[in-house]
């Protein structure tokens, strides 16, 4: 292991409340790397920034291309043991190659042919699936058979066995969210293989998970312990889509409960807790009106934004696109964000907002209010 700076370096870039460049500073310095130590008063305006700086960059991915090459991937690349999952990572600009979509956020589409089957497998990394387009999946986590159709948000806790299988006579696409760049960064992975096969191809309507927790404002008694992440393992498109619809009609007849004029949205929450569905992951769908531009925001911690349907304009930082369906916005840390359309647009968000919070470290700034 050797050490990253140079006594050249730090010389040369000595300037206010630096000392000024001696031999016996040079030799000072050459003792530091020596030792793997690195000065704070060298570093201090990268390690202390007046506010967040991150190395991610916002960025958008086009669906339309993502899925072009999913579907090649389809054709030449098998899903089987070794490489797991037909799954390609989103990798932000700034972070050097990783596969991360931001510091702490991993997402992917992932692409399973006809009749194909994804192994069985469980790691100590949280994932999610989010579906935009398609049906005929089902994933089975501890060996419950789970339906993925578009609009279905679907948990995969950490260290719950899960594979995947495709009953229908077409492909299916859909975006896989997990908190593997935190998990790496903190040293704490684990991963076990499964069967090599999925068990289960039955293709019940509902879970055994959903039969059992997923009635709204219902809980059973039995089940009274609260668990770090939810027990549903399926929340449906027609439970979002009526939530969103009823929070705009209300807002229409004058009564509260939309964020701001013209944007719905809910969270998803678990049932035993109240809180996020998961620890390390909060997951939010949102419902712009036609003619709605939101409050520029910003936030500690990062996110990743798929459109689900309509098309718009988001800005991040400095940066300005037009979106549609399917394409997937990285928000960095501390980067305002605003949203605009004129035709509608809903949007699935997910975030890493439940670990500042439990730091202590989650500051959130709407439009020019003070954080």
């Known amino acids: 292991m050797t050490s990253t700076f140079s006594p050249v370096t730090l010389r040369a870039t000595a300037g206010p409340g630096q000392p000024e460049p001696t031999s016996q500073l040079d030799e000072l310095y050459r003792g530091f790397e020596q ?20 190395a991610a960059q916002p960025h958008v991915w086009r669906w339309q291309n993502l899925l072009h090459l999913a579907q090649r991937s389809g ?3 098998p899903v089987g043991r070794g490489g797991e999952r037909r799954a390609i990572a989103l990798a932000n600009p700034g972070l050097g190659g990783a596969p991360y979509a931001t510091p702490t956020l991993w997402a992917a589409i992932q692409y ?15 994932a999610f699936r989010f579906v935009v387009d398609g049906e005929g999946v089902w994933t089975v986590v501890n060996g419950d058979p789970v339906a993925m159709r ?11 066995f899960h594979g995947h299988h495709n009953q229908a006579d077409t492909p299916m696409t859909w975006l896989d969210g997990l ?15 499964g069967p090599d096969v999925v068990s289960d191809h039955s293709t019940p309507d509902r879970s055994r998970s959903e039969r059992l927790w997923a009635h709204p404002g219902l809980r059973p008694v039995a089940q009274a312990d609260p668990t770090p992440s939810s027990p549903i393992a399926a929340y449906r498109w027609e439970h979002t889509d009526a939530a969103l619809a009823d929070q705009l009609a209300l807002e229409s007849e004058g009564h509260p409960g939309v964020v701001e004029p013209g944007h719905a949205a ?27 531009t939101t409050a520029t925001r910003r936030e500690v911690g990062s996110s990743v934004w ?44 997910f975030s890493d907002t439940p670990i500042f919070e439990r730091l202590n470290a989650d500051r959130v700034q709407v439009e020019g209010t003070p954080a």
Do not use: C, Y
């Open 266 to 292: 809910i969270r998803f929450s678990n049932p035993t807790t109240g809180g996020d569905v998961m620890p390390t992951i909060r997951a939010e769908m949102h419902r712009l009106r036609a003619d709605t």
């Open 179 to 193: 908190d593997i760049p935190f998990v790496h960064q903190t040293g704490s992975a684990f991963f076990e293989l």
């Open 75 to 77: 054709e030449l690349v």
């Open 112 to 126: 399973l042919n006809p009749s194909e089957d994804a192994p069985v497998h469980r790691h100590t990394q949280h």
């Open 150 to 160: 578009r609009g279905d948000f679907l948990l995969t806790p950490g260290w719950n």
């Open 35 to 54: 030792e793997l130590l690195v000065p704070l008063w060298t570093e201090i305006g990268d390690l202390m920034p007046a506010s967040p700086s991150p």
């Open 306 to 349: 798929q459109v689900f349907d309509g098309t718009g304009t988001v800005r991040v930082g400095d940066r300005e696109w037009e979106i549609t369906r399917g394409d997937l916005i990285a928000v960095p840390s501390w980067q305002p964000l605003t949203l605009t359309t004129t035709s509608g647009l809903d949007l699935f968000r």
